[in-house]
């Protein structure tokens, strides 16, 4: 599976901005579905978990984001999405998508990470006045 992000620009404080990430390849969810998820590192922090969604819908939002952030899929493009919001400094990060498939019945929701096998290289989101 490859997963290309795209949408990452600079913006001031309060803008918008919607990231994609177009996936190809084997993307077949499998038995139990599977999780898209978007992270994000800031320069001298740790990696972030944003958002994440389940091929059958169910979603899960970081509460740093909730409010502001959304995730959604256009599953004939077989594109995700991340509507960011009412953007903030503290937004600036590395934005990446990744992909992977549920091994056992379950969900995507937070704290689950090691689901994720395949991992896009990553769009710049700055937002600075």
């Known amino acids: 599976v490859q997963l290309v992000e795209s949408g990452g620009d600079s913006v001031q404080p309060g803008g918008s901005l919607r990231l994609s990430c177009a996936a190809s390849g084997d993307t077949y969810s499998g038995r139990y579905g599977s999780c898209m998820g978007w992270f994000r590192r800031a320069p001298g922090k740790e990696r972030e978990a944003v958002a994440s969604?389940?091929?059958?819908?169910?979603?899960d939002i970081a509460e740093s984001v909730e409010g502001r952030f959304t995730i959604y899929e256009d599953n004939a493009k077989n594109t995700h999405y991340l509507q960011m919001n009412s953007l903030k400094p503290e937004d600036t990060a590395l934005y990446y998508c990744?992909?992977?498939?549920?091994?056992?019945?379950?969900?995507?929701?937070?704290?689950?990470?090691?689901?994720?096998?395949?991992w896009g290289q990553g769009t710049q989101v700055t937002v600075s006045s």
């Open positions: 969604r389940h091929s059958e819908g169910d979603f």
């Open positions: 990744a992909w992977g498939r549920l091994p056992i019945l379950g969900t995507c929701r937070f704290p689950l990470e090691d689901v994720y096998r395949f």
